[in-house]
């Protein structure tokens, strides 16, 4: 599959967000569309340990298109990229990359699934978080929470 590169992108510092947008754009070219940043803390608590509150999260998507097997090059290299912004050994950003077409939302992961995870290679995953049937959103039991809310669909919608 092809489709536009996304990375979803979760910070609190807007100076961290800044500086790794300046690098990814460098890296990945122009921006298509760049989403409305949201609180995140409201869906988990799972990164409090590691990255604090207030974390807030938005979505970039590019002009780039990229195929399926391209997302474990990019994966790996915006792990580069988190690593560069560590504080006290934990990430200040988070970065997941994926592709979006009309046909679907696909993220990147080091995480394996057990039958909703496909196997890229070089320890990187595909894991469809929506598909998308016209102006429809189809979620699966493993979408992540901030993927079902609609105010996100509209964005992936207008910008696919």
Known sequence: MKGNLIIAIMYSDKRVYGQVK???????????????????????SFYEKEMGKGLVKRFLIFVKDIEKKDLIEIKNKITEIEKEFLKDENR????????INGDELVLASFKSGTNYK???????????????KEKNVERFWHTFPDYRVKENQDFFIDNI
């Open 22 to 44: 300046d690098i990814l754009i460098k890296e990945y070219g122009e921006i298509k569309a760049e989403s409305d940043e949201y609180d995140f803390d409201q869906f988990t």
């Open 92 to 99: 200040t950003i988070n970065l997941d990359p994926g592709y």
């Open 118 to 132: 496909e196997d890229l290679g070089g320890g990187v995953y595909a894991h469809k978080v929506l598909e998308f």
